[in-house]
Nanobody, 116 residues
Framework: VQLVESGGGLVQPGGSLRLSCTAS????????MSWYRQAPGKERQLVAT????????DYADSVKGRFTISRDNAKNTVYLQMNSLKTEDTAVYFC??????????WGQGTQVTVSS
């Protein structure tokens, strides 16, 4: 089982980034997928969630209207489009796969730094 995030980097305030998380080793299309983030010295925070079919999404209040989660089950990949980035969005971003009554899986994280 593997979840591999990519797409992080350094961006100026107001800029955009698109994160990807590609899965292997499990039935991706049957799992709810989420993005979390963890800033230095802070607890890991849920950012966005998407259901297995992609029909429903949910967001933390702090990112609503700026971030969009999506998935491509044919590519075993979930995305996080981040627009209008703020310095407070700086964190390590993780993807997570969950399914009721089964083990959940985490990626290794990708660093996003928003700074001028």
């Amino acid at each position: 089982v593997q979840l591999v995030e990519s797409g992080g980097g350094l961006v100026q305030p107001g800029g955009s980034l698109r994160l990807s998380c590609t899965a292997s080793g499990f039935a991706f299309s049957r799992y709810v997928m989420s993005w979390y983030r963890q800033a230095p010295g802070k607890e890991r925070q849920l950012v966005a969630t998407i259901t297995s079919t992609g029909v429903s999404t949910d967001y933390a209040d702090s990112v609503k209207g700026r971030f969009t989660i999506s998935r491509d089950n044919a590519k075993n990949t979930v995305y996080l489009q981040m627009n209008s980035l703020k310095t407070e969005d700086t964190a390590v971003y993780f993807c997570r796969a969950t399914r009721t009554s089964l083990p959940n899986y985490w990626g290794q994280g990708t660093q996003v730094t928003v700074s001028s």
